[in-house]
């Protein structure tokens, strides 16, 4: 084998994310530890003169070099990243494989056992989504065409509405896109209606360009940060004001809706080691809220609008009614 062939190999070694030693080089290809050595020398040199964001590091532990990033990421941080992206299961196995092995490659070569040790069990018996659809192209496709400002037409198809879904034609001019509850959704200007929807990305295909444009006039821009603190599970619906009386732990009311204000502490007993609240929430009701009303029944009793109270017990009514059958 050529020397010059031989120095490509360490170096798509290395890009691989797989640290080599001089002794390895040499057992490997035949050669003495004092040409492996002028191989990794010329190594480093060409990625001085042409690869800047990336340099050979050499593990005093392990005796073994291995490529690393400049600038790249605190370990920390990768860490937290993945333990968020791992629970979240937003990605399929493939992806998330694809991901760590990205994420690693930013971190010193001595903290990446670490990180993946400390991740190991839980990336083993990962529990993706049913749908193992890959989610990171399409989304960045969309991503593109919302910074080119692009009308598009794709397939949509709302497998929550029925059980028997079809397929329509959604023509819109996207402008943002956002993670909640396990999924990814696109929102868009719906250009006739003049209202913004929102699509749930994985159930988008057949994405194209229309020539025509859209304008987006201030008022009709999707201001994304203000509106998520005050929806949930990615609906969307009328402001509302609502009052509840609160038996558990007020911080998670708290960070779910930043807009909840404790009115009072009020005189009732509590079977739950907390003191009972009057909680306010200024919210966009939906089935989101309502869904998240009804899971926090146990604790929980809206007070104000009567319509939202109306509704609660009505739902409420039903589920105990479905046990008496």
Known sequence: MSTQKRIVDIF????????LSTKDIAQTYQISQRSAQ????VVKEALADFYTDQKIDYDTTTSRY????????????????????????????????????????LTPPNERAVISESIRNEFTFMTTLKDQ????????????????????RFDYTNYEATEKPTVEKVIMRPTSIFFDNYYLFLVGLEPTIKK?????????????????????????????????????YAYSGQKTRIQFEYYG????VIDQ???????????????????VYLLQIDVEYSAGVRLWLLGQ??????????SVVDEIKGILQSSYQRYQE
């Open 66 to 105: 291995s490529l690393e990033r400049i600038g790249g990421l605190e370990p920390k941080f990768v860490y937290l990243l993945l333990k968020i992206l791992l629970a979240s299961r937003a990605l399929s196995h493939l992806e998330m494989d694809a991901l760590v092995d990205e994420l690693l490659t």
């Open 12 to 19: 798509i070694a290395l890009l691989e994310n797989r640290p």
């Open 297 to 306: 029944s146990t604790i929980l009793r809206v007070v104000s609008p009567a």
């Open 196 to 232: 913004y929807v929102t699509c749930r990305i994985d159930w988008i295909e057949n994405i194209k360009k229309l020539a025509d444009q859209v304008e987006i006039k201030p008022g009709f821009r999707y201001e994304e940060g203000l509106k998520r603190p005050i929806t949930a």
């Open 133 to 152: 659809q890959p989610r990171a192209g399409k989304t960045w496709q969309l991503e593109k065409l919302i910074c080119e400002g692009q009308l598009i």
């Open 38 to 41: 002028r191989d990794i020398k």
């Open 257 to 275: 809706f930043p807009s909840c204000k404790i009115i009072k502490k009020l005189d009732k007993k509590n079977q739950y080691p907390f003191s």
């Open 249 to 252: 732990f007020v911080d998670y």
